[in-house]
């Protein structure tokens, strides 16, 4: 079989030498006779695992000793509905930014669950010469009490990244679902990380969280024990069964990403990526990406074809070509390819003969 590049948003495709590593000891795990799945979450086999798994992310992300690392359920909108049950418990304040997708879904979930609290939204994207551009409002000239304000770093379906930093006079709450690890951040700015794992961590239904310690002073509403973050730093993230085979596969790509170089590496190959891709766009008049500039993602790169009657047929002869996954979320249509830490900068150029030659093709006919 000739190489396929999957380009799927999420679940992503995994380091190939992970999968590799896993299905070597699938049946055999540490020497045990056993699979990893089929163990006690409370063996010592793996809760060595659990400390290597946090002491490699902690070590990737420099994330600083006053922040808890924590394995839940849910992926990300398990934490849509956390955060508000953990951090408005009476009539606090939260305030929202929106800038694609998931950050209205967050909206709406934090409306549903708010009761007396009040949730306040943002719109953040503007229309500049025909393209979103992020424009990030300056939070210290509004004047409110907010326990957090929460952001998406990485639109995952439209596209669009903030690459800077919040600058906040609240705590910061961001969904890094889509971008977590794929270039360096400074954790000691945020309140709370998360991010759903099927992307840059593993495999889906685990979700990451990093939540600094006097966030967990904030007061919450009563809720599933299993969601609430105190109740999981009490219990290592073991308060119930967590899901261990996703777990498993996070530390092993915590261990590649270490193994390559870490976050600052991957950053650098990420810009490549990505910057390859865009060039492409950018050099055909067939293709093109409606975002500015300095808000292209990184990870998703979303493109439209000057014929959307071509769709079917690029996404056909890309798919024989070895190249998966390209069709856009089906509320925006047009392309999307996600561009993650695991995805190989091969797979990119791959990706751009292929669309030099389709384009070449059509622009002839
Ligand atoms: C994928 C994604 C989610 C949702 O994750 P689920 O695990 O499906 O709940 C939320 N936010 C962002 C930014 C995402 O990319």
Redesign the pocket.
């Known amino acids: 079989m000739s190489a396929i590049y999957n380009f799927c948003?999420?679940p992503a495709m995994l380091p190939q030498a992970v999968m590799k590593k896993a299905q070597q000891e699938l049946l055999d795990w540490n020497g045990l006779g056993v699979s990893v799945m089929e163990i006690s979450h409370r063996s010592k086999e793996f809760i060595a695992l659990t400390a290597r798994a946090e002491a490699d992310l902690r070590e990737l992300m420099q994330i600083p000793a006053n922040y808890h690392v924590l394995f839940m359920h849910?992926?990300?909108?398990?934490q849509?509905s956390a955060v508000v049950n953990n951090f408005l418990g009476d009539n606090g304040r939260a305030l929202y930014l929106v800038n694609g997708q998931?950050s209205s879904?967050?909206v709406a979930e934090a409306k549903k669950l708010a009761g007396e609290a009040q949730i306040d939204s943002l719109n953040i994207v503007e229309k500049h010469n025909g393209l979103n551009a992020v424009v990030l409002p300056d939070l210290h000239k509004i004047d409110a009490d907010y326990r957090y304000v929460h952001y998406?770093p990485?639109?995952?379906?439209d596209g669009i990244e903030i690459f800077d930093e919040l600058d906040s006079p609240w705590p910061v709450v961001a969904?890094?679902?889509?971008t977590i690890m794929s270039h360096e951040i400074d954790v000691s700015r945020y309140g709370l990380i998360y991010a759903?794992?099927?992307?840059n961590i593993g495999p889906?239904g685990l979700?990451l969280v990093i939540v600094r310690d006097d966030m967990l002073k904030l007061p919450s509403l009563p809720q599933s024990s299993v969601m609430d973050y105190r109740i999981a730093v009490e219990h290592d993230s073991m308060f119930n069964t967590p899901p261990t085979f996703a777990w498993y596969l996070a530390a092993e790509v915590f261990a590649w990403l270490k193994s390559v170089g870490g976050v600052a590496h991957i950053a650098d190959v990420n810009r490549r990526k990505a910057e390859l891709l865009y060039a492409c766009i950018d050099n055909n008049a067939f293709y093109r990406n409606g975002v500015e500039l300095a808000n292209r993602s990184r990870m998703n790169v979303t493109f439209q074809l000057a014929d959307p009657a071509l769709d079917a047929e690029f996404l056909k002869q890309a798919e024989a070509a070895g190249l998966v996954a390209l069709k856009g979320h089906r509320i925006v249509g047009g392309m999307r390819a996600s561009l993650y830490n695991a995805m190989p900068l091969e797979g990119v150029q791959v990706l751009v003969n292929f669309m030099n030659e389709f384009a070449a093709k059509h622009n002839q006919a």
Do not use: L, P, Y
């Open positions: 948003a999420g849910g992926g990300g909108r398990g849509f998931w879904a967050a998406c990485n639109e995952t379906v969904d890094m679902s889509s759903g794992a099927q992307k889906s979700s």
